[in-house]
């Protein structure tokens, strides 16, 4: 359970998404990059439908079930490029979300309730400067053994570069196989994987905060 600014609680589910290819007016907007990060999280609040175990799970009655919950639906984009959206952004580091260039079209009524609760007060913003806040209020150790990483926040920031920089990493290679029809070696992606894992591991002495949502990071700072 996250803890937002204000006295209203509620859990939080944020989605990571990579863009797909854009519509093609959406390149005639004024700055296309953040254009598209704006197409893909009004589309994360709409939901796909989807089927599990051959069951037809409504991506709309998913979405007001979420609402009726008071579940925060955090669409979390990460384009081709490594670049965060603007709610990922806003989560974050506390930025505020930019005007949209093209006003977005909402097809049900629970689509535009989960994105006015997730731009609104009670939506999640600045855990990166809010975590380093409390920890300089706290102590004065470091929070990782290394000088990279005195703070949480610094922390968390090489941590998701990391991630974004092995993934981008991946995708070039398998690319680049199937170009030279090459098979793609998973069990090299793999043992890659987990070398990241256990260095992260290493370094921060607690597990990562996807893995553990009671992790040191959360534990300290109120998000949990």
Same mark, same amino acid.
């Given at each position: 359970m996250f803890h937002t600014g204000s006295s209203y609680k509620c859990g939080t589910i944020i989605d990571v998404t990579v863009p797909g290819l854009p519509d093609k007016s959406l390149l005639k907007t004024a700055d296309p990059a953040l254009a598209i990060h704006q197409a893909a999280e009004i589309q994360k609040f709409h939901n796909r439908d989807t089927r599990k175990h051959g069951?037809?799970?409504s991506g709309e009655t998913t979405v007001d079930t979420l609402v009726q919950q008071n579940i925060l639906l955090v669409p979390f984009t990460v384009d081709h490029l490594g670049a965060l959206g603007p709610l990922a952004k806003r989560f974050l580091f506390g930025d505020t979300p930019p005007a949209y260039l093209k006003?977005?079209? $909402?097809?049900?009524?629970? #689509? !535009?309730q989960a994105h006015d609760l997730a731009h609104g007060p009670v939506g999640l913003d600045g855990?990166?400067?809010?975590?380093?806040?409390?920890?300089?209020?706290?102590t004065t150790t470091w929070f990782a053994p290394t000088y990279h990483t005195i703070?949480?926040?610094?922390?968390?920031?090489?941590?998701?570069?990391?991630?974004?920089?092995?993934?981008?990493?991946?995708? $070039?290679?398998?690319?680049? #196989? !199937?170009i030279q029809n090459k098979p793609v070696n998973s069990n090299k992606k793999r043992k890659r994987k987990a070398f990241k894992s256990q260095r992260i591991y290493h370094h921060s002495r607690k597990k990562l905060l996807t893995a553990q949502p009671t992790s040191?990071?959360?534990?300290?700072?109120?998000y949990e």
């Open positions: 069951t037809l799970l006003p977005p079209n $909402f097809t049900f009524e629970g #689509a !535009k855990i990166v400067p809010t975590a380093n806040a409390k920890w300089k209020h706290r703070l949480p926040g610094q922390w968390a920031t090489k941590t998701l570069g990391l991630n974004i920089i092995t993934h981008l990493a991946d995708h $070039f290679s398998d690319a680049t #196989a !199937k040191r990071f959360s534990r300290t700072y109120g």
